[in-house]
């Protein structure tokens, strides 16, 4: 046992504290293993805020890099430590510490599972919409700090638009509260907003609270076969702009539906070239009304097929397998790095056929969904082997296609953050102004550059 695991062992005890080799491999990068691999020096496994508070204060005090970690799902290598040091994983703060039905609000701790929060509050007739595909693992503190989204944001939002409050950890071990159950405040800074989307970089998420709505009485799903990439991406602008908003509203290639064929049953039509997966919400009347007009642009924009999913079981599986996507593409492909290039929904068009285009022009393989509704797009580029030259030309595409996405008038991650996947893209979508702003804000929350360093910027945030 070294200097380090000792002292954080008397810090929060034996059984919170991890350092045996292969305990330490788990925690060396994210879902994105392909960019980079560094295992920690040392995990800790806090159950409080105050374990957590301990662990920052002796961090900040040795300038040891430390490394927030939820569920290692992310896509951009936010919680890969880069710089070795702590990973602090916040799987044990799971519980959720109140559901107020009152107040419509509930708060949690930074660990809970996504998925059982849904569960928690879906038992009780409440609804919170924020569902980044990854919800089976993804923890609560980490949707904030990513400020992750999924196929509903096209109607309600995502993960931001539902936090009020949160309780942070900061560098130094000192613990601030942001927002609270109110639902509106205007005392200051918004440093609840200001976390949202930090990426780990500025303190440790423990507690969060959000509002939450009323469950919709009524769901329809409906899969609209189209003829082309084309036609599917010219209907989600015409239903957007019809103002038909379904609650989600998912783009995909035959190649995604074909995969997803091998997993559900029944199995969906394949005989179109692109995909619209939708669910309509809201009271029984709402959702006629709006299938209805959804129907009817598809119909008058020559869609090949409009089928709605009779059965409430089916259409579970249908949505489920679409959750799965990334993990099925990962069984046929050798590597597959998904982007979350975001545009205005109106130029979803043309960002569909840049990306039919770039696949063509590299010669590159590039699978296509998304949550096409509020115009984040997933091309993913995908590999059947893994050499230098073929990984030169997925570098090449990508970078093609982030720059063509911010050609559009869009931005180069919608929802999965900039890590250290979207380092080198950083300075093509924002200013130098705002770069440098961004790092003296850093340097106020971290003076001694300890939280996720290597991360957002190359330098790890230090001027
Ligand atoms: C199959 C699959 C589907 C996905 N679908 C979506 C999707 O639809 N939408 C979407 O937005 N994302 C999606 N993602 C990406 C990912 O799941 C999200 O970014 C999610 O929010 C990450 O949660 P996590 O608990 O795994 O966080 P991690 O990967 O462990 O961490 C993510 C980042 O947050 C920081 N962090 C973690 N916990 C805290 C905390 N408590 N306080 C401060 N910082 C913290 C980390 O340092 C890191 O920078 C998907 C990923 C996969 C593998």
Redesign the pocket.
Known sequence: MNGLVKDLTGLIGESKVLFQPEDLLAYAN??THYFRTQPPDAVVLPTSTEEISRVLSYAYEHYIPV??????????????PVKGGIV????R?NRIVEIDRANMTATVE??V??QNFHRAVEKMGLFYP??????S???????????????R?VKYG??GNYVTGLE?VLPDGSVIKTGGKFVKQSVGYDLTRL?TG?????????KVHVRLLTLPPETRTMVVVCESLDQAAEIVSEIIARGAVPSMMEFMIKLAVTVMNTFVFPPLPTDGEAYLLMEIDGTAAQVEHDAETIKAICRDMKAREIREVEDERVARVYWKAR?????FIMTIFKRAI?E?ITVPRSRIPDLVRAIQEIAASVGIMIGLAG?AGDG?M?PTVLQSEINEEIAAKAKQAIDMLVRRGLELGGTIS????I?IHKQEYLDWELDQVQIDLMKRIKAAFDPRGIM?PG?IWVEGGQQ
């Open positions: 994210d879902a490394t927030p970690r939820g569920a290692g799902s992310g896509l951009s290598g936010g919680a890969t602090v994983d916040t799987k703060m930074g660990g599972v996504l924020p569902d980044p595909q990854s919800m693992v993804c923890t609560m503190g980490a949707n904030v700090a990513t400020r992750a989204g999924g196929p944001g995502t993960t942070v976390m930090s990426e780990g970089t500025l303190g440790i998420i423990t959750s799965a996507m990334y993990p998904t979350d949550h984040n997933h919608g929802e999965h953050g890590g996720n991360k």
